[in-house]
């Protein structure tokens, strides 16, 4: 931000750049001045004064609207004013002597509120203290506020389904706001306007001026809580309009935990054009945050729940009403650059974002590999059932299981198994909800299900989630060409039941037997390079799946097991399950073949057969012989 005096104080010179983040500057030059070492390396060399320039990148523009940086002068700071202006020690170069004292603010009783004989005055100083100065500049700022509650029925839908997925392949998962501030940014490219910076003095004559930035330097609020209080930082995610949704995810939690974990260098916190903050997190339905200086928009998000009148309604009711939650959120702007209708038009996509619109969600759902169509918001049909049951009835019963043998029949088409597809499988419409006449609004509300797993009657949430997790994961099974019914009844009660999670001790006994037939692989291909080999690479995990069948089969009264398989994998299940010694196994690639033998030569190491015991994890053996 360009003063037309500019700054002429520590204090002036931090906020112009860092805004609501200047108190931490002055914490760090605290501790700095007590102990250098006590802070990071980079805020180091901040007070040092060898950073000479904030990490973020102006533009042409901006720089002929930039003065140079402060300049310690007898302990002040004077400069030009310029918005990439940094506090406490001159950027050029190192002072002579250090600077001993901070400037404080010291606060008097104001006449409205006397002090009383027993009452003590605290003065506010360092963060609390710069949090004053931070409020005080900010009212220099002329803003006005537009207000936009959002269903957020699909945010909360496609959220699900999302992290189902991510919990079962990368053991993540992201949170609305990850959602929420990645629409942000794709509305900035439809409303440019949005971000942008005023300048009170262009040209030195008292001439306004604008800069609107090239890229979004998206500042996050985070809440910290230390000992002395709660207090707020605000790192920016920077060119946040150049990622895909997953590359957004990794550049904010990454700053959560830079945050948490107090790594956050100088550079994290330059280049902030609009803010998001979530106070929704804390309760607080909508919020009307202050603009810093220097930033054209600060977007607060509001609590995500059913309106108040709700609250204490009953959920089937709720679901049968097709009653969502809600969010609210708000724009606080400039009003001197941006105007009103832009500003509520720019809440409007993203509104138009997190309910569906404009393939925000296919966006997201490709970016993070997400198998499936995402839900989008339509309008609801509300038909509802008997009230005594809870149950919705007729058209859309019959909707539900006409889509849960879809999925019977077509689920396996979407499930990820091929790890070198260069993009998802295209989802069939027999698995689309709307093919059915369905959408989210059916989600909560309960459906007869009594051939599904072990369920009778469950929401429409559970069903899907059941269906995904038995035929669209990493594991799937296509059996529905199968004539038998009993037996077309029988696989699917066993891959809709949900079996208990493995211990602790069968995870490690798993990952082991994985270890295990990797380790043979790599050696036969680094020891024996150039010779025909028909490895298990790629599909090792067919080593635990055979001992899962032996432990069964064992645990089940069954005297022997016989194997038979064909080339690919079969040195491994010698080696791994058969128990055939090593050596024998080696010995026929050094060409160590008996005279005697019939088996033959060359590659016919792969037509041998063996005979051994197996032994699983809880003691049980069965004999196993894999034919030759």
Not at 38 to 47: D, I, T
Not at 568 to 596: C, H, M, T, Y
Not at 608 to 621: C, I, Q, S
Request: glycine share 8%.
């Amino acid at each position: 931000m360009i003063e037309q005096e500019g700054p002429t104080t520590a204090s002036d010179a931090v906020a112009s750049e860092l805004g609501v983040n200047a108190w931490l500057v002055e914490e760090n030059y605290q501790e700095f001045l007590t102990n250098p070492s006590s802070v990071s390396e980079s805020w180091r060399a901040y007070f040092a004064g060898e950073v000479t320039q904030p990490a973020a990148k102006i533009s042409t523009s901006e720089i002929a609207a930039v003065a140079s940086p402060p300049v310690l002068t007898n302990g002040a700071y004077a400069s030009n004013g310029a918005n990439g202006a940094l506090p406490a020690v001159a950027l050029g170069a190192a002072p002579t002597t250090p600077p001993t004292k901070v400037a404080e603010l010291s606060l008097k009783p104001p006449a409205t509120a006397p002090v009383t004989s027993d009452e003590e005055v605290t003065p506010l100083r360092g963060a609390a203290a710069r949090i004053v100065e931070n409020m005080v500049a900010s009212l220099s700022v002329p803003t006005a506020t537009s207000v936009h509650p959002t269903p957020a029925k699909v945010l909360e839908v496609n959220r699900i389904i999302i992290n189902d997925y991510l919990s079962k392949t990368k053991g993540k998962k992201i949170s609305f706001t990850h959602l929420i501030a990645y629409a942000l940014v794709k509305a900035v490219e439809l409303v440019p306007s949005m971000n942008a910076t005023f300048v009170e003095d262009y040209d030195g004559k008292g001439t306004p001026g604008v800069i609107r930035h090239e890229h979004v330097g998206l500042g996050i609020a985070i809440d910290i809580e230390r000992a002395n209080g709660r207090l707020l930082l605000v790192p920016a995610i920077k060119l946040a309009d150049t990622f895909d949704f997953a590359g957004f995810v990794n550049a904010y939690e990454e700053l959560v935990a830079k945050a948490r974990n107090n790594k956050l260098a100088v550079e994290d916190f330059s280049g902030v054009t609009m803010t998001i903050t979530n106070p929704g997190t804390l309760g607080t339905t909508q919020s009307v945050p202050r603009l810093m200086r220097g930033q054209g928009a600060i977007i607060g998000v509001g609590a995500l729940d059913f309106p108040v009148e709700y609250r204490a309604t009953d959920p089937e009711i709720l679901a049968s009403l097709g009653v969502g939650k809600v969010v609210t959120l708000t724009s606080t702007y400039d009003h001197r650059i941006i105007q009103g209708a832009e500003s509520g038009l720019f809440l409007k996509y993203v509104d138009e974002f997190l309910v569906g619109s404009r393939g925000f969600y296919e966006n997201v759902f490709s970016s993070l590999g997400v198998p499936g169509t995402p839900v989008h918001l339509t309008r609801d049909s509300g038909e509802v059932g008997a009230k005594d049951t809870g149950v919705v009835s007729n058209k859309k019963q019959l909707a539900v299981a006409s889509l849960i043998e879809a999925y019977r029949v077509h689920g396996h088409r979407i499930a990820t198994i091929n790890p070198i597809a260069a993009t998802e499988a295209e989802v069939p419409e027999e698995l689309d909800l709307a093919t059915y006449g369905l959408s989210a609004w059916d989600l909560d509300r309960v459906f007869l299900c009594p051939d599904l797993g072990d369920k009778s009657s469950a929401t429409l949430r559970e069903i899907l989630g059941i269906l995904r997790s038995a035929y669209c994961t990493t594991i799937t099974v296509e059996y529905r060409h199968i004539q038998r019914g009993d037996e077309v009844r029988w696989i699917s009660h066993q891959a809709e039941t949900r079996s208990a999670p493995l211990s602790p001790e069968e995870q490690r006994y798993i990952l082991e037997r994985l270890n295990e037939a990797e380790t043979f692989e790599t050696f036969l291909h680094s020891r024996y390079v150039g010779q025909k080999r028909f490895g298990l690479e790629g599909g090792t995990s067919a080593i635990p799946f055979i001992d899962t069948v032996l432990l069964a089969s064992a645990q089940g009264g069954v005297g022997e097991a016989v194997l038979g398989m064909s080339h690919r994998g079969r040195l491994n299940v010698l080696a791994n399950v058969i128990g055939k010694p090593a050596s024998e196994i080696f010995a026929d690639f050094e060409q160590n073949l008996d005279p005697l033998s019939t088996d033959g030569s060359g590659d016919m190491k792969y037509h041998k057969g063996g005979t051994g015991v197996w032994t699983g994890l809880d003691g049980h053996a069965i004999p196993v012989s894999l034919v030759p």
